[in-house]
C-alpha cells in the first residue's frame, strides 16, 4: 500500500508556471512507475505525464509535450510535475497516480494508487 498527496496547486497567469509534487509515504515509490493525470467537471480523467521507475524515460500527453516536465526523486519519495507556459485550458484538478507496471501507459485504469488531487487554475 502507497499513500500519495498533491501538492503546489494554485492560481496562475497564462503564460506563468507551477510545480506540482506528489509526495509518497508507505511503500518506496521506487517500486513503481508514477503518472500525473487531471480530470475536469464532467470529463474522465485525462493523461498528462508518467515517469518510469529509474526516472530517465518519460511519457508526455500531446496537449502537454514541451511545457510540462515529470520528475522524480526516489531517495525522497517525490515525483514532480513542472509546468510552464500554462494555457487557461490547463486548469483541472491534478492527480498523481502510481502503477505497478514497468512501463506506464496513459489509462488511468491500469493506475493503482491515487492521490486526493491539486486544484490548478490558470487565468486569461
Known amino acids: 500500500q502507497v499513500q500519495l498527496a498533491e501538492s503546489g496547486g494554485g492560481l496562475a497567469q497564462a503564460g506563468g508556471s507551477l510545480r506540482l509534487s506528489c509526495a509518497a509515504s508507505?511503500?518506496?515509490?521506487?517500486?513503481?512507475?508514477m503518472g500525473w493525470f487531471r480530470r475536469t467537471p464532467g470529463k474522465e480523467r485525462e493523461f498528462v505525464a508518467a515517469?518510469?521507475?529509474?526516472?530517465?524515460?518519460?511519457y508526455y500527453a500531446d496537449s502537454v509535450k514541451g511545457r510540462f516536465t515529470i520528475s522524480r526523486d526516489n531517495a525522497k519519495n517525490t515525483v514532480d510535475l513542472q509546468m510552464a507556459s500554462l494555457k487557461p485550458e490547463d486548469t483541472a484538478v491534478y492527480y498523481c497516480a502510481a502503477d505497478l507496471r514497468l512501463i506506464p501507459g496513459p489509462s488511468p485504469r491500469e493506475y493503482v494508487y491515487w492521490g486526493q488531487g491539486t486544484q490548478v487554475t490558470v487565468a486569461s
Open positions: 508507505g511503500r518506496t515509490v521506487s517500486r513503481y512507475s
Open positions: 515517469i518510469r521507475r529509474e526516472g530517465i524515460s518519460t
